[in-house]
Protein backbone atom coordinates (compact mmCIF):
# COMPACT_ATOMS: atom_id res chain seq x y z
CA UNK A 1 0.00 0.00 0.00
CA UNK A 2 1.35 2.95 -0.81
CA UNK A 3 -0.20 5.71 1.63
CA UNK A 4 -1.95 4.95 4.90
CA UNK A 5 -2.58 7.23 8.03
CA UNK A 6 -1.11 5.49 11.15
CA UNK A 7 -2.11 7.91 13.96
CA UNK A 8 -4.96 10.52 14.26
CA UNK A 9 -4.38 13.18 17.22
CA UNK A 10 -7.82 13.53 19.72
CA UNK A 11 -7.02 16.60 21.03
CA UNK A 12 -7.91 15.88 25.15
CA UNK A 13 -8.40 18.38 28.26
CA UNK A 14 -7.92 15.04 30.66
CA UNK A 15 -5.95 11.88 29.05
CA UNK A 16 -7.22 9.44 32.31
CA UNK A 17 -10.86 10.05 31.63
CA UNK A 18 -10.53 9.99 27.98
CA UNK A 19 -8.59 6.84 28.28
CA UNK A 20 -11.63 5.40 30.59
CA UNK A 21 -14.28 6.37 27.78
CA UNK A 22 -12.32 5.46 24.98
CA UNK A 23 -11.26 2.01 26.17
CA UNK A 24 -14.05 1.03 28.49
CA UNK A 25 -17.21 2.68 27.10
CA UNK A 26 -15.97 2.35 23.33
CA UNK A 27 -13.79 -1.09 23.58
CA UNK A 28 -11.11 0.58 22.01
CA UNK A 29 -7.65 -1.12 22.80
CA UNK A 30 -4.09 0.47 24.11
CA UNK A 31 -1.14 0.53 22.04
CA UNK A 32 1.21 2.52 23.91
CA UNK A 33 0.86 4.01 26.90
CA UNK A 34 4.68 5.68 27.33
CA UNK A 35 5.11 8.59 30.16
CA UNK A 36 7.57 10.76 29.24
CA UNK A 37 7.64 12.98 32.36
CA UNK A 38 5.56 16.06 33.42
CA UNK A 39 5.26 17.11 29.83
CA UNK A 40 4.21 13.95 27.50
CA UNK A 41 2.69 11.19 27.75
CA UNK A 42 2.44 8.86 24.53
CA UNK A 43 -0.53 7.24 24.67
CA UNK A 44 -2.02 5.69 21.46
CA UNK A 45 -5.36 3.02 21.32
CA UNK A 46 -6.98 1.35 18.45
CA UNK A 47 -9.61 -0.50 17.19
CA UNK A 48 -9.63 -4.39 17.77
CA UNK A 49 -7.26 -5.54 14.64
CA UNK A 50 -6.70 -1.93 13.46
CA UNK A 51 -3.30 -0.60 12.61
CA UNK A 52 -4.64 2.86 12.35
CA UNK A 53 -4.24 4.49 15.88
CA UNK A 54 -5.87 7.40 17.76
CA UNK A 55 -3.32 9.70 19.36
CA UNK A 56 -4.53 10.64 22.76
CA UNK A 57 -3.53 14.14 22.70
CA UNK A 58 -3.60 15.94 26.19
CA UNK A 59 -3.60 19.63 25.51
CA UNK A 60 -1.10 19.96 28.69
CA UNK A 61 1.40 17.83 26.37
CA UNK A 62 0.91 18.43 22.98
CA UNK A 63 0.41 21.98 22.54
CA UNK A 64 3.15 24.99 23.54
CA UNK A 65 2.34 26.48 26.92
CA UNK A 66 1.54 29.71 25.09
CA UNK A 67 -1.50 27.87 23.09
CA UNK A 68 -2.77 25.68 25.77
CA UNK A 69 -5.44 27.79 26.88
CA UNK A 70 -6.97 28.60 23.80
CA UNK A 71 -7.07 24.74 22.68
CA UNK A 72 -8.43 23.96 26.20
CA UNK A 73 -11.02 26.37 25.34
CA UNK A 74 -11.55 24.99 21.58
CA UNK A 75 -11.86 21.79 22.36
CA UNK A 76 -14.37 22.75 25.57
CA UNK A 77 -16.47 24.68 23.35
CA UNK A 78 -17.50 21.46 21.03
CA UNK A 79 -16.38 22.35 17.82
CA UNK A 80 -13.78 19.38 17.15
CA UNK A 81 -15.20 15.74 16.39
CA UNK A 82 -14.25 12.17 15.85
CA UNK A 83 -16.21 9.58 13.11
CA UNK A 84 -16.05 5.75 14.17
CA UNK A 85 -17.49 2.57 12.79
CA UNK A 86 -19.39 0.11 15.42
CA UNK A 87 -21.04 -2.95 14.60
CA UNK A 88 -24.10 -2.33 16.84
CA UNK A 89 -24.86 1.37 17.03
CA UNK A 90 -27.76 1.08 19.33
CA UNK A 91 -26.38 -1.07 21.28
CA UNK A 92 -23.52 1.06 21.95
CA UNK A 93 -25.35 4.11 22.07
CA UNK A 94 -27.56 2.72 24.67
CA UNK A 95 -24.65 1.44 26.42
CA UNK A 96 -23.31 5.00 26.62
CA UNK A 97 -26.71 6.80 27.64
CA UNK A 98 -26.63 4.07 30.25
CA UNK A 99 -23.08 5.64 31.58
CA UNK A 100 -24.36 9.44 31.60
CA UNK A 101 -22.80 10.29 28.08
CA UNK A 102 -23.91 13.23 27.01
CA UNK A 103 -26.19 12.96 24.03
CA UNK A 104 -26.05 15.00 20.82
CA UNK A 105 -28.01 12.99 18.36
CA UNK A 106 -30.10 9.63 19.06
CA UNK A 107 -29.34 7.11 16.47
CA UNK A 108 -31.52 7.69 12.82
CA UNK A 109 -30.86 6.25 9.18
CA UNK A 110 -29.24 8.97 7.24
CA UNK A 111 -29.93 8.82 3.28
CA UNK A 112 -26.38 8.27 2.49
CA UNK A 113 -26.66 4.71 3.64
CA UNK A 114 -25.77 4.55 7.52
CA UNK A 115 -27.81 4.54 10.58
CA UNK A 116 -25.68 7.47 12.91
CA UNK A 117 -25.68 8.84 16.47
CA UNK A 118 -23.74 11.83 18.04
CA UNK A 119 -22.56 12.23 21.68
CA UNK A 120 -19.69 14.05 23.61
CA UNK A 121 -16.48 12.56 24.26
CA UNK A 122 -15.54 13.80 28.42
CA UNK A 123 -13.29 16.37 27.08
CA UNK A 124 -16.43 18.13 24.57
CA UNK A 125 -15.21 16.76 21.22
CA UNK A 126 -18.53 15.78 18.87
CA UNK A 127 -18.02 11.34 18.61
CA UNK A 128 -20.56 10.69 15.89
CA UNK A 129 -20.97 6.88 15.46
CA UNK A 130 -21.89 5.17 12.49
CA UNK A 131 -23.10 1.69 11.45
CA UNK A 132 -23.45 0.81 7.72
CA UNK A 133 -27.17 0.38 6.41
CA UNK A 134 -27.89 -3.59 5.74
CA UNK A 135 -27.96 -3.10 2.07
CA UNK A 136 -31.25 -4.51 1.06
CA UNK A 137 -31.47 -8.19 -0.35
CA UNK B 1 -14.41 36.82 20.63
CA UNK B 2 -14.49 35.63 24.50
CA UNK B 3 -12.70 37.37 27.21
CA UNK B 4 -10.49 35.83 29.64
CA UNK B 5 -12.91 35.75 32.14
CA UNK B 6 -14.66 33.12 30.32
CA UNK B 7 -13.27 29.75 32.74
CA UNK B 8 -13.14 26.17 30.77
CA UNK B 9 -15.44 24.47 33.17
CA UNK B 10 -18.31 27.54 32.08
CA UNK B 11 -17.20 26.80 28.34
CA UNK B 12 -18.95 23.24 29.15
CA UNK B 13 -21.93 24.51 30.55
CA UNK B 14 -22.42 27.04 27.50
CA UNK B 15 -21.62 23.88 25.08
CA UNK B 16 -24.07 21.79 26.89
CA UNK B 17 -26.87 24.26 26.60
CA UNK B 18 -25.60 24.84 22.66
CA UNK B 19 -26.04 21.18 22.60
CA UNK B 20 -29.65 21.57 24.08
CA UNK B 21 -30.39 24.19 20.96
CA UNK B 22 -29.21 22.08 18.18
CA UNK B 23 -30.89 19.04 19.96
CA UNK B 24 -34.52 20.62 20.60
CA UNK B 25 -34.43 23.57 18.31
CA UNK B 26 -37.82 22.95 16.77
CA UNK B 27 -39.29 23.29 20.98
CA UNK B 28 -40.31 26.57 22.08
CA UNK B 29 -37.30 27.36 23.38
CA UNK B 30 -36.81 30.55 25.67
CA UNK B 31 -32.91 32.00 27.26
CA UNK B 32 -34.75 31.01 30.41
CA UNK B 33 -34.65 27.77 30.06
CA UNK B 34 -31.66 27.71 27.84
CA UNK B 35 -29.55 29.27 30.90
CA UNK B 36 -30.62 26.88 33.03
CA UNK B 37 -28.96 24.11 30.70
CA UNK B 38 -25.95 26.19 31.11
CA UNK B 39 -26.71 26.63 34.70
CA UNK B 40 -26.14 30.49 34.96
CA UNK B 41 -28.87 33.11 35.34
CA UNK B 42 -30.35 34.23 32.11
CA UNK B 43 -28.57 37.79 32.05
CA UNK B 44 -25.33 36.12 32.44
CA UNK B 45 -25.76 33.18 29.87
CA UNK B 46 -26.99 35.64 27.04
CA UNK B 47 -23.50 37.21 27.75
CA UNK B 48 -21.36 34.72 27.72
CA UNK B 49 -22.79 32.61 25.17
CA UNK B 50 -22.14 35.73 22.89
CA UNK B 51 -18.89 35.86 24.23
CA UNK B 52 -18.05 32.17 23.27
CA UNK B 53 -19.79 31.55 19.64
CA UNK B 54 -20.25 35.06 18.55
CA UNK B 55 -24.43 35.19 18.55
CA UNK B 56 -26.89 35.46 21.02
CA UNK B 57 -28.90 32.25 21.89
CA UNK B 58 -31.53 33.58 20.26
CA UNK B 59 -29.68 34.61 17.29
CA UNK B 60 -28.17 31.17 17.51
CA UNK B 61 -31.79 29.34 17.92
CA UNK B 62 -32.96 31.03 14.60
CA UNK B 63 -30.09 30.06 12.72
CA UNK B 64 -30.17 26.70 13.33
CA UNK B 65 -33.48 26.68 12.48
CA UNK B 66 -32.82 28.05 9.34
CA UNK B 67 -30.16 25.73 9.09
CA UNK B 68 -32.36 22.60 9.36
CA UNK B 69 -35.09 24.25 7.33
CA UNK B 70 -32.29 24.31 4.13
CA UNK B 71 -31.98 20.68 4.95
CA UNK B 72 -35.03 19.65 4.49
CA UNK B 73 -36.01 21.71 1.72
CA UNK B 74 -33.14 19.72 -0.13
CA UNK B 75 -35.27 17.14 -0.02
CA UNK B 76 -37.73 18.32 -1.90
CA UNK B 77 -40.65 16.53 -0.53
CA UNK B 78 -41.99 19.16 1.95
CA UNK B 79 -43.78 21.88 1.03
CA UNK B 80 -42.53 25.46 2.59
CA UNK B 81 -45.28 25.34 5.22
CA UNK B 82 -44.54 21.95 6.46
CA UNK B 83 -40.66 23.09 6.69
CA UNK B 84 -41.44 26.12 8.63
CA UNK B 85 -43.60 23.99 11.53
CA UNK B 86 -41.16 21.53 11.70
CA UNK B 87 -38.15 23.37 12.54
CA UNK B 88 -40.19 25.67 15.70
CA UNK B 89 -41.43 28.57 13.82
CA UNK B 90 -44.60 29.22 14.43
CA UNK B 91 -45.55 31.54 12.05
CA UNK B 92 -44.31 31.56 7.97
CA UNK B 93 -43.93 35.27 7.66
CA UNK B 94 -41.45 34.95 10.44
CA UNK B 95 -40.05 32.19 9.09
CA UNK B 96 -39.96 33.23 5.21
CA UNK B 97 -38.43 36.78 6.58
CA UNK B 98 -36.19 34.84 8.98
CA UNK B 99 -34.62 32.83 5.99
CA UNK B 100 -34.61 35.64 3.81
CA UNK B 101 -32.27 37.57 5.94
CA UNK B 102 -29.80 34.89 6.73
CA UNK B 103 -29.50 33.17 3.66
CA UNK B 104 -30.21 35.87 0.92
CA UNK B 105 -33.05 34.04 -1.09
CA UNK B 106 -36.54 33.38 0.40
CA UNK B 107 -37.32 29.71 1.05
CA UNK B 108 -38.77 28.70 -2.00
CA UNK B 109 -35.90 30.15 -4.52
CA UNK B 110 -33.92 27.85 -1.62
CA UNK B 111 -35.71 25.14 -2.29
CA UNK B 112 -35.62 24.91 -6.39
CA UNK B 113 -32.13 25.14 -6.32
CA UNK B 114 -29.72 22.16 -7.50
CA UNK B 115 -28.67 20.18 -4.14
CA UNK B 116 -27.33 17.45 -5.50
CA UNK B 117 -23.50 18.21 -4.94
CA UNK B 118 -23.67 17.93 -1.46
CA UNK B 119 -25.30 14.30 -1.03
CA UNK B 120 -21.96 12.81 -0.23
CA UNK B 121 -21.44 15.20 2.57
CA UNK B 122 -22.46 13.93 6.04
CA UNK B 123 -25.52 16.10 7.44
CA UNK B 124 -23.61 17.19 10.51
CA UNK B 125 -20.78 18.84 8.32
CA UNK B 126 -23.13 20.56 5.92
CA UNK B 127 -24.81 21.98 8.53
CA UNK B 128 -21.78 23.22 10.27
CA UNK B 129 -20.89 24.47 7.05
CA UNK B 130 -24.00 25.47 5.86
CA UNK B 131 -24.79 27.10 9.15
CA UNK B 132 -26.23 30.57 8.50
CA UNK B 133 -23.54 33.51 9.86
CA UNK B 134 -21.11 30.26 10.74
CA UNK B 135 -19.01 31.31 8.37
CA UNK B 136 -18.76 34.94 6.38
CA UNK B 137 -20.49 34.00 3.10
CA UNK B 138 -24.52 32.82 3.31
CA UNK B 139 -24.56 28.94 2.40
CA UNK B 140 -25.75 30.07 -1.11
CA UNK B 141 -22.94 31.36 -1.94
CA UNK B 142 -21.75 27.97 -1.10
CA UNK B 143 -23.27 25.86 -3.21
CA UNK B 144 -22.36 28.64 -6.39
CA UNK B 145 -18.70 27.65 -5.34
CA UNK B 146 -18.87 24.67 -5.66
CA UNK B 147 -21.03 24.34 -9.13
CA UNK B 148 -17.68 26.87 -10.28
CA UNK B 149 -15.13 24.00 -9.54
CA UNK B 150 -16.84 21.26 -11.02
Known amino acids: MPLSITHTPVYCTDLDEALAFYTQQLGFEVRDDVPMGPEMRWLTIHAPGDAHDLLLAAVDHHIPSADRQAMREIVTKGDLAVFIQVDDLDKTFESLRAAGTEILQEPIDQPYGVRDAAVRDPSGNHLRLSQPLATQG | ?150
Open chain 2, 1 to 150: MYGPRVEVAELAHLRRARDLLDREYARPLNVPAMARAALMSPSLFARRFREAYGDTPYGYLQARRVERAMALLRRGDMSVTDVCLAVGFTSLGSFSSTFTRLVGEPPSVYKARDHSRLTRVPPCMTRAWARPRWVAQPCRIGEAFLADRA
